[in-house]
């Protein structure tokens, strides 16, 4: 039974059109997101790893090694069930600096562009044996089924089909995409046809062939052969080399890497995986020996590595030798798209961008997408010169384990980023090249049928098919050993610790708290876009932004530093970690320390330990948990507390500090003073700055209200603490201030209470007397002179007893112990008030008053009070104005004062007593035109609302003339949260 070519042509276009379908409507959103992103389909595209290896040559090895083909499933599985201790610290890493390949791991590991460069490499040439082996596997198989298919050409479409595929959907730069899920599906469906088609032949197999179990166990007894080579032939050596390859391509294969770390939807996923990858491969395992016996049984003519296309020839089923087929293109075609798509991106970061950086291209994104699809087809066009030259003479077998064996030479590195952060770049680089010279020189060389080195020195012992193992277990010791004694003999670089520490597990990376040279994110824009592009670099800081929820203008020093650690992470996902690192280190540099050393970030390392705190253990646990007391306690003080770098970068902002002043931790901690509403930054970095240690009874405005504040400073540097900066607490005294000024008042006005009541009394009742006298003398004469006279006695007491009352009122004013009952006062409606009263009299009819005060102008006071105090300026005003005069009252806001100017057209004030004015009973009016208490009265109620009063005279320099009297009271203004902006961009 056979097939035509052509029919096997279009079975296989037909099928990959099918997988092109699956990763297109996938990629168009067809699909449910809770699909395409849930853990079972993460776990069957890590069916990946077991590639053409699953149908055809898990057979073929179970024929020469019995259950020694196990060693190919055994290994990787356990690597995956170790998912917490191996896999877990990888992906760590991986997603937070954006490390989407082997290469990309070292290079930021070792902070070396060769180490990246040397795996790439590596991986280069020893996956070609690998892609060479699904090449061979496919065309075989097509040559199997049908005998007049041309092997070559057959090779050749299969991997132009393979080419167009990664080109579609691998090769892609969509920055919104954080994985390719239309990929990712198709793999995981070309799993499901791999697992499938497996289990239905070997069920065929067990039930058509053998007749079901009992029919297995008789042919067995009968054929003792078949059982002694599965038993005996698992104390070869070989399987223990296998096993080990087979765990390190959990970490070192591309595409497992590429599958494992690049393409997880998250970390549930992969712990998932941990027990569902070992379990596929266990369904993918159960079926070989029963394939096996089953051929051995037909006496199947083919290959073992092919019984699976004998077995259903054998049987003479069509459907089944066709389902086989697929299977194995399936197989082949997943691993070859994934590999290629993985070591294109290695190869572009390791190789292309450190030559030629694309400065010049005006959309990067693009050049970057065609460069990989170039570098797609070379890779693929390289492992079919592979295969047409050397490939397609060897076994499925040994193919598998010259790449294998290639590929463990990156174990040792891999391990050595998250468990050995002594290891460095000059011991990696001098262990991989002391491996791989060791594995070409014994096995590609030889295998490939060119040289052997070994014969040069009549080494006794030649590399075969039964002894390939042992120069495998010699190429990785020695790479372990120069890794070791190298990393051991020369020091790590100061960055190659600084990566050692972000990498391993458990450590804690502590970054020095530094100033960049760019102030903004707009400054960034700035010095990125020379060699990305103004357009390229403004797209990377805005998404640099968005993820870390910044506003699109920051100024603040800790967030900066936030923001170009982000920009690096994300241009190590486009363009590699060594180019990424390299041009923000040259655009995005710090200024230089001002002197020898500076502090750690703080900030950076409180975040890091909350990241870790369920995972903090033992005495490392306790002393977080005390770290976290001593935090707690300082948080939750009753006495507002901010820690200062001596920078004058803000630290440490508790909750007592933001309840005061109203600006959150979020929005100070890591900026500096000068971030500050300016008030308080001219308060704290002026008191930070000075010599003195304590400052008492600092009047402050906040929010329309007066404030008393205590200050004291001390400083942090000390033995155990170096780094120096100063705590800084403010005692908010307002209370205190105001009981000291209640009573002081109190005081006050007991003693005018008593002058007053002595005055009354003493004065009150002679001018009573006199004004009595005076009447009764009206009554008992006629004559004009002497009436007039007492007149003007009645007048003259009269004056009297208004001075009295006058008195009293002042004795009586009220003040400091209402304040914390003051409303907000219209003082537009206050002015307009004490007009209308104004009014009511008849003198200065002529007097035009104009009241200019903003209506929305607002202050905390007592409108009564407020009212009274306006009354006597303009009255002053008006008798001091000429008839027909204007009298201006004007106001603004200043921070957190209303100003409040009326202005006259008088005479004026002479400068002698301008000094005098406030003082009671003291007046420039004429005899019997005033009492001198106005303007004391006035003097007093301003100072009662926490205010000053000046007054400038002449108002108009150029005529001499005018008086001005500016009050200045503080502002009622609503509380807002709009301010994290303005203070923002002050930082």
């Known amino acids: 039974m056979s097939f035509s070519a052509s029919g096997l042509v279009l079975a296989s276009l037909v099928y990959l059109l099918l997988l092109f379908g699956v990763a297109w409507i996938t990629e168009q959103g067809m699909l449910p997101k809770q699909w395409v992103r849930h853990p079972l389909v993460y776990t069957l595209s890590l069916g990946v790893y077991a590639g053409i290896w699953a149908v055809y040559a898990a057979i073929g090895m179970a024929a020469e090694t019995g259950y020694g083909f196990l060693a190919y499933y055994l290994g990787i599985s356990g690597a995956f069930l170790l998912a917490p201790v191996l896999l877990n610290p990888i992906m760590r890493i991986a997603r937070a600096y954006q490390l989407t390949s082997l290469a990309d791991l070292f290079a930021y590991r070792y902070r070396s562009q060769w180490a990246g460069t040397l795996v790439t490499l590596c991986s280069g040439a020893a996956i070609l044996a690998l892609l060479s082996m699904q090449i061979q596997a496919v065309a075989v198989s097509a040559s199997i089924l049908a005998p007049d298919t041309s092997p070559k050409a057959m090779s050749l479409l299969f991997c132009l089909i393979v080419l167009l595929f990664a080109i579609l959907f ?17 793999i995981a469906f070309d799993s499901l046809v791999k697992v499938g088609a497996l289990l239905t032949i070997g069920g065929v197999v067990l039930f058509e062939v053998f007749d079901g179990m009992e029919g297995l166990d008789l042919w067995l007894a009968m054929n003792k052969a078949a059982t002694g080579t599965m038993t005996l032939a698992i104390d070869d050596g070989s399987w223990r080399a296998l096993m080990l390859m087979s765990f390190a391509g959990a970490l070192v294969l591309p595409h497992m890497y590429h599958m494992t770390f690049s393409e997880n939807p998250s970390p549930k996923s992969l712990a998932k995986a941990s027990w569902g990858l070992p379990l596929y491969l266990l369904l993918l395992a159960l079926p ?7 051929g051995q049984a037909l006496d199947v003519g083919t290959d073992p590595n092919f019984y699976v296309l004998g077995v259903a020839q054998a049987l003479d089923s069509p459907l089944l030798s066709l389902l086989m087929y697929i299977a194995g293109l399936s197989a082949a075609s997943g691993l070859m798209i994934v590999s290629t798509l993985a070591l294109a991106g290695m190869v572009l970061n390791h190789v292309v961008l450190p030559v030629k950086t694309p400065r010049d291209q005006a959309d990067i994104y693009r050049w970057l997408q065609w460069v990989k699809r170039l570098l797609i087809a070379v890779i693929i066009f390289f492992a079919l010169l592979f295969h047409e030259t050397v490939g397609q003479e060897l076994d499925l077998a040994i193919l598998g384990a010259i790449s294998l064996s290639g590929m463990l030479q990156l174990l040792p590195g891999a391990l050595g980023v998250i468990y050995w952060p002594e290891g460095n770049r000059r011991g990696l680089i001098a262990g991989l090249v002391t491996g791989l010279v060791i594995w070409l020189a014994t096995l590609v060389l030889p295998f490939s049928h060119t040289i052997n080195p070994l014969a040069w020195f009549n080494v006794p012992l030649v590399p075969d098919y039964s002894n390939w193992h042992i120069f495998t277990f010699i190429s990785i010791t020695a790479n372990v050993t120069v890794f070791g004694l190298f990393s051991i003999l020369s020091a790590s670089s100061a960055e190659e610790t600084s990566a050692a520490q972000a990498c391993s597990m458990g450590a804690l990376s502590r970054p020095q708290r530094r100033e960049l040279l760019a102030s903004s994110s707009t400054e960034f824009i700035r010095q990125l876009a020379d060699p990305l592009g103004y357009g390229v670099a403004r797209r990377e800081v805005e998404r640099a932004l968005a993820q870390l929820k910044l506003p699109n203008i920051e100024y603040r020093p800790y967030q900066l530093r936030r923001l170009r650690d982000q920009v690096e992470i ?27 050393n500076t502090g750690q970030d703080i900030r950076y390392v409180e975040r890091a330990l909350g990241d870790y705190q369920n995972r903090l253990t033992g005495l490392a646990g306790e002393l977080d ?19 200062v770098g001596e920078d004058g970068e803000i630290l440490m902002w508790n909750h007592a500090m933001e309840e005061l002043t109203g600006i959150t931790a979020d929005d100070v ?12 930054h001219l308060l704290l970095e002026d008191f930070n700055r000075g010599e003195e240690l304590h400052r008492y009874k600092h009047r402050l405005d906040l929010r329309g209200k007066p404030h008393w504040l205590n200050l004291h400073k001390a400083a942090l540097s000390g033995p155990d603490h170096t780094e120096g900066g100063s705590i800084i607490l403010v005692e908010d005294q307002t209370e205190t201030r105001l009981l000291e000024d209640e009573l002081m008042h109190s005081e ?5 209470g008593r002058l007053a009541a002595g005055v009354a009394h003493e004065i009150g009742n002679p001018v009573t007397g006199i004004s009595s006298l005076a009447q009764n003398l009206k009554l008992e004469t006629d004559n004009p002179d002497i009436l007039d006279t007492a007149d003007q006695i009645q007048q003259q007491t009269r004056r009297i007893s208004a001075i009295l009352q006058s008195l009293m009122n002042f004795a009586r004013t009220g003040n400091h112990a209402h304040a914390n009952r003051y409303e907000p006062v219209s003082i537009h409606r206050c002015v307009e008030e004490s007009v209308n009263l104004l009014s009511l009299s008849d003198k200065g009819m002529g007097i035009r008053y104009l009241n200019e005060v903003p209506e929305d102008l607002l202050v905390l006071g007592d409108e009564q009070r407020l009212v009274q105090v306006f009354v006597n300026l303009l009255a002053n005003a008006r008798d001091a104005s000429p008839e027909g005069g204007t009298i201006r009252v004007s106001g603004n806001s200043d921070s957190y004062s209303a100003i409040i100017e009326v202005i006259d057209e008088g005479s004026g004030i002479p400068e002698d007593q301008l000094d005098h004015i406030f003082e009671p009973f003291y007046t420039t009016k004429a005899p019997n035109k005033g009492t001198g208490l106005g303007l004391s009265l006035v003097y007093s109620i301003v100072e009662e609302h926490y205010g000053n009063i000046q007054v400038e005279s002449p108002a108009n320099t150029e005529s001499g003339t005018g008086t001005c009297v500016r009050l200045r009271l503080p502002a009622y203004r609503p509380e807002t949260d709009d301010t994290s902006a303005s203070q923002n961009e002050r930082s």
């Open 625 to 643: 948990n005390l770290r976290r007391h001593y935090r707690q306690t300082l948080q939750n003080l009753p006495i507002p507390a901010c820690s």
């Open 170 to 186: 691998g090769a892609r730069r969509n920055q919104n995409s954080e994985n390719h899920q239309g990929l990712v599906l198709a």
């Open 669 to 680: 901690v890591g900026a500096r003073l000068m971030a500050l509403p300016e008030h308080w």
């Open 288 to 294: 070989v020996p029963v394939i096996l016996w089953g």
């Open 570 to 596: 994300n241009l190590s996902g486009l363009l590699g970690p060594s180019v990424a690192r390299d041009m923000v280190h040259r655009h995005l540099g710090f200024k230089p320390l001002a002197r020898g």
């Open 748 to 752: 006050r006005l007991a003693s005018v």
